[in-house]
């Protein structure tokens, strides 16, 4: 008789890891960078990461859809209809609150199909500790309500997100055409008061150049997510990215991972404003003189190369008075950024203290005189 061959596993199981002794799930513990079983506190090392090489990929292969079939996953994923953010759902939850912005997601039927993460930069913070540096950084907001640094303190557990980044290597050449400028100063005389007298003027002698310059960039970090701002994750930089390891799913073991919402050839776009930015600095350095003027660079871009990578970051989202407060941690530096709150009576007092220490002010210069 013919067995029926065992199903692949599908991959929410893929990131579902079984405890060795009482069958609970594993978590990746940031202290330890093991695999730790909360219910029966039993340990495992991770497996296969002696040697971290993590290999680009070509970005005109995924535009021309011909990457290899191993670097493509399908993940069960929902739209927040709040903030966009693709949450990421495992084989036994069908609804759950977004991190992003506390409001009720209801996972869908279908699969997300993109392009699988080639490198994590795990955990190093713990929750208590992310949590510890979250209340830290509000208590230092003299003017947030107490209201919501106390629900924070006492509010639920922070959740751990790998929030999907890019990152791109490309080699370019540029040349430039522009202006050098050298500052000199003519001495003139001119009447001041009836009476004559001699001054400095700065003037600027320009002369025509032209040249080439080059760099090769390595790892420009491009965020893939939408469900943040982007002035709060860009103030979570820097990201050590020497500590990246090939991707694992057990590393996602008690974590959410966020899919990506900027496609790749979007995320380039990002990418090569980033490169031209940097260049525009190289070609003025390469100028030189006191003052430049770059009238055109035209630089050609070649060996492009990218990753999709997931960044470790800490969320909270509290609800508080009928208005969502966001809180992110760099889940690898500790840094802290989110919402600026506000008390409005605070703000009143500050006023009043501010009107009575001017009057004083008044009053004792009044009484001085």
Not at 17 to 34: H, L, S, V
Not at 216 to 244: C, E, G, I, M, N
Not at 291 to 312: E, G, W, Y
Request: hydrophobic share 35%; charged share 25%.
């Amino acid at each position: 008789m013919t067995q029926t061959p065992p199903l692949p596993p599908t991959p929410e199981e893929l990131h579902r890891f079984p405890c060795e002794q009482c069958g609970a799930d594993y978590r990746f513990d940031p202290t330890k960078g093991t695999l730790t079983c909360d219910h029966c506190g039993h340990t495992t090392m991770l497996v296969g990461q002696e040697a971290p090489v993590i290999r680009e990929l070509d970005f005109r292969d995924a535009l021309n859809n011909q990457l290899p079939q191993q670097e493509i996953e399908e993940t069960r994923v929902s739209t927040c209809p709040n903030c966009a953010a693709q949450v990421e759902f495992d084989a036994l939850n069908h609804s759950l609150e977004c991190p992003f912005c506390a409001t009720p997601v209801v996972t869908d039927t279908g699969t997300h199909r993109h392009i699988k993460p080639r490198a994590v930069l795990p955990f190093k913070w713990t929750e208590r500790e992310a949590h510890k540096a979250m209340s830290d950084w509000l208590g230092r907001l003299w003017f947030a309500p107490n209201g919501l640094k106390d629900y924070a303190r006492k509010g639920r557990r922070m959740d751990g997100i790998y929030v999907p980044f890019w990152t791109y290597d490309a080699q370019t050449a540029s040349r430039y055409s522009g202006q050098r400028g050298i500052v000199y100063y003519e001495t003139r005389t001119v009447m001041v008061d009836g009476k004559r007298q001699q001054q400095q003027v700065q003037k600027i002698r320009w002369t025509p150049v032209s040249g080439r310059v080059a760099r090769f960039f390595d790892d420009v970090l491009v965020l893939a997510s939408r469900s943040l701002p982007k002035s709060y994750t860009d103030a979570l930089q820097p990201w050590d990215l020497r500590d990246l390891q090939p991707y694992a799913p057990e590393y996602l073991a008690g974590f959410r991972a966020e899919g990506y919402a900027v496609d790749l050839p979007e995320g380039y776009d990002e990418a090569r404003a980033l490169m031209d930015r940097t260049i525009e600095r190289d070609v003025r350095f390469d100028i030189g003189g006191d003052r430049q003027m770059i009238h055109q660079v035209d630089t050609k871009v070649s060996d492009v190369t990218f990753k999709h990578i997931l960044l470790p970051v800490w969320l909270a989202a509290y609800k508080y008075r009928g208005k969502t407060y966001r809180f992110v941690v760099n889940g690898q530096t500790g840094r802290v950024q989110g919402e600026r709150p506000y008390s409005s009576w605070k703000i009143a007092i500050a006023v009043v203290l501010g009107l009575c220490a001017a009057a004083a002010v008044g009053y004792i210069m009044a009484q001085n005189q």
